[in-house]
């Protein structure tokens, strides 16, 4: 069972990395606390996968005062793998996909949504750890008592939107550009992740834990 989890937790992770990849090529948005790094981004001229590890650092600390439970093997995982991992599937797929049309950017999108909440359900059922960004939510629903995990999550999502948006701004960005970070994806996911991942544990995750008697 050990194996299973820490199977979930490795895969879970990288995948989500990858999402975040086909986010980016779609540029329809990405998801909230990747448009919060990527406003960040344009304001500090420093290598993206670099700048996410110091952006989780500093979220891994909060995860250290308030619920050490949250920390794990998936959370080292995810902050020192995933920035690089998109980066590269990013800089990989522009080779593939060249000036992709209207169409194929919303099946990225569409591909892109499905898959980082199927991979954050994993690697959060997988209790092994859980990225530093959805520890936040998880300690103000859970330990704090603030509300549903689902619907904690969506105002953790908006406020890294809203942040993201402004930063990006303040950096350098402009109004025309801010569609590829904050659009059409980054609304669907801060309206539909926290249900969506919700689901997956329900329907696929959970399950995945259970041996043949049924138990966990």
Not at 81 to 90: A, E, F, P, R, W
Not at 184 to 202: K, Q, S
Request: glycine share 8%; charged share 15%; with cysteine.
């Amino acid at each position: 069972m050990l194996k299973r989890r820490i199977a979930m937790s490795f895969f879970g992770v990288v995948i989500c990395a990858i999402s975040v990849g086909i986010f980016k090529i779609a540029a329809l948005g990405v998801d909230p606390f990747q448009s919060f790094v990527s406003g960040m981004d344009q304001m500090i001229p420093i290598e993206f996968g670099t700048l996410y590890v110091i952006i989780n650092v500093c979220l891994l600390l909060f995860s250290l005062v308030t619920d050490r439970h949250n920390i794990g093997i998936a959370t080292f995982i995810n902050l020192f793998l995933l920035g690089y991992i998109t980066q590269y599937t990013y800089e990989f797929l522009q080779t593939l996909i060249v000036n992709p049309s209207m169409a194929v950017r919303v099946i990225c999108l569409i591909i892109g949504v499905v898959i980082i909440c199927f991979s954050s359900s994993l690697y959060m059922t997988a209790d092994l750890g859980v990225s530093t960004y959805d520890s936040v939510a998880i300690v103000l629903s859970r330990k704090w008592k603030l509300g549903k995990f689902k619907y904690v999550r969506i105002c953790c999502d908006l406020v890294c939107v809203i942040i993201g948006t402004i930063v990006f701004l303040v950096g350098g960005g402009t109004v025309k550009e801010i569609p590829t970070i904050v659009g059409v994806g980054t609304i669907i996911t801060a309206f539909f992740m926290g249900p969506l991942i919700e689901l997956f544990n329900e329907k696929v995750a959970r399950p995945m834990l259970k041996d043949k008697t049924g138990e966990a």
